[in-house]
């Protein structure tokens, strides 16, 4: 298994950027694909994530300025993230997740915002 994220880089705040992943050896329509971010010294927390249906959940500090989405013939999941701010500003990771089956992660890709 292997999710491969990218598009990270240096912003200025008020920008935008669109981070990828691209997922390999599993199931990828049937599992719900998640975007999280740890800052230096805080907790990894959830971004956004979408289901195997489409639904989409977001935490609340992105709502209304990131997007996730979801190509499963592709078997990628995306998140447009506009109107940056420097809090945006840590390392994001791709997760893939079967309830009660699989939990998987790839590695991250850093975000940085500037002021």
């Known amino acids: 298994v292997q999710l491969q994220a990218s598009g990270g880089g240096l912003v200025q705040a008020g920008g935008f950027l669109r981070l990828s992943c691209a997922a390999s050896?599993?199931?990828?329509?049937?599992?719900?694909m998640g975007w999280y971010r740890q800052a230096p010294g805080n907790q990894r927390e959830l971004v956004a994530l979408?289901?195997?249906?489409?639904?989409?959940n977001y935490a609340d500090s992105v709502k209304g300025r990131f997007t996730i989405s979801r190509d499963n013939a592709k078997k990628m999941v995306y998140l447009q993230m506009n109107s940056l701010k420097p809090e945006d500003t840590a390392v994001y990771s791709c997760n893939a997740k079967l309830y009660m089956r699989n939990n998987y992660w790839g590695q991250g890709t850093q975000v940085t915002v500037s002021s």
């Open positions: 979408i289901t195997s249906a489409d639904s989409t």
């Open positions: 050896g599993i199931n990828f329509s049937i599992h719900t």
